[in-house]
């Protein structure tokens, strides 16, 4: 297998396919008592669902998106959502203050649509 054919993404499409229901990521964010499970198909359908979202806005290879998210799974969809397109995603966490977001957005080269 090839370091193309091993990427996360190939891996999560691969999943999706043959385990469909199996558990991809476990996201106690709203608390440890009441978890979200998100099997490998709901994860592929949101990842490819956020790159068709982000491709609509004009979103390309080598961009960099800068993402303004709580610490939760949220950032999967954020994270591989550009992976798919072939961009970047820069995270900062929602509770930064919007000064604090500025300045890395600025640095690397992330762009506002």
Not at 59 to 69: A, C, E, Q
């Amino acid at each position: 297998m090839s370091v193309a054919d091993s990427s996360i993404l190939t891996s999560l499409e691969h999943h999706a396919i043959a385990s469909p229901n199996r558990p991809f990521l476990l996201d106690v964010s709203g608390g440890a008592a009441h978890p979200t499970v998100w099997s490998y198909a709901q994860t592929h359908e949101i990842v490819e669902g956020g790159a068709a979202g982000l491709q609509e806005l004009g979103v390309s290879g080598g961009d960099r998106v800068g993402l303004r998210l709580a610490n939760s799974s949220a950032l999967v969809d954020g994270l591989l959502g550009p992976m798919r397109l072939g961009a970047s995603g820069v995270p900062k966490i929602r509770q930064d203050s919007l000064e604090s977001l500025l300045l890395p957005v600025a640095r690397c080269g992330s762009c506002v649509r």
